[in-house]
Structure formats: C-alpha cells, structure tokens
C-alpha cells in the first residue's frame, strides 16, 4: 500500500478585531474564559452482528456436489462416500493412520488411565485408558482456513 500524501496544513483562521479593540503595537487581549467542554458519555460496548448461522455439511451434501462435478448419479455418490467411511473406520481400528493430502491425517491415539479430580468436590476419581482418533490437519487446510 503506498504511503499516504501529506496535505499541506490548514491555516488557521482569526477573527478580525473588532474596531478600536486593538492599538497598533499593543498586546492582543486575553481570550475570554472557554467554554467548558461537556464530559464525553461512556464508551458504549460494541454490540457483534449476528453471525450468519453456521452450516453444517453432511455427507448427502459432499455426495451431491460429488454427482454434480462428475456425471455420477447421488445414490452412486452417496454409496462411494459410505465405503470410503466404511474403509476409513476399519483403518483406524486396526491401528493404521490415514493421510489425506490437503486435508491431514487421522489416527487413533491410547491414552493412558489416570487420575483426575472433580472440580465441584475436590475428590479425586480414576479416568479408564482409552483410545481416542486424533486429527491434525494439512498445512494447506490450515492456510486456507
């Protein structure tokens, strides 16, 4: 963005004098008491727009969008993407990990048994080991996000 241009500074304007206020070589008169600025309100807080609401894709929307680009029918659209799940969800219970270019991997993760407390109480409880899919996304996913 190129540097804003300075305007040449505004020159002030002063009231002429009114006649015989002012002599020749004599000190301009004090200015009379100012008037008293009133007290600036209180900032008030912002208040957001409303957010559009958030949409939320399902699988029969990616299966449509998918029959539309690529001559397909949807109920074919829609069985490709169920195996695609049917194929990711069986990946992940064997163990493996699954690499999606531009979008990022998915893997299961163990986490360990362990002890927490409970907040409200102060008392503690035992947390069971589990497994949990983890997902950590592309650099791209995130540089277009």
């Known amino acids: 963005m190129p540097p ?9 304007k002063v009231a002429a004098p009114a006649k015989g ?3 020749k070589g004599a000190a301009p008169p004090s200015k009379a008491a100012a008037p008293v ?4 309100a209180p900032a008030r807080k912002a208040v957001p727009a409303k957010a559009a609401p ?18 397909l029918s949807k109920k074919a659209a829609e069985a490709v993407l169920d195996d695609f799940v049917a194929f990711v969800t069986r990946q992940l219970i064997k163990g ?8 990022g991997i998915l893997q299961v993760r163990d986490r360990p ?9 102060g008392e503690s409880v035992a947390v069971a080991a ?10 791209e996913l ?3 996000v």
Not at 55 to 71: F, M, N, Q, R, Y
């Open 4 to 12: 804003a241009k300075k305007s040449a500074p505004a020159a002030k």
């Open 142 to 144: 995130k540089n277009a």
């Open 37 to 40: 600025k009133k007290a600036a």
């Open 54 to 71: 958030q949409i939320t894709v399902t699988l029969k929307h990616i299966a449509a969008e998918l029959a539309e680009g690529h001559d």
């Open 96 to 103: 493996d990990k699954i690499r999606l270019s531009g979008l």
């Open 130 to 139: 589990s497994r949990k899919i983890a997902f950590r996304p592309a650099k």
């Open 21 to 23: 206020a002012v002599k």
């Open 113 to 121: 048994a362990h002890t927490a407390r409970n907040p409200r109480t």
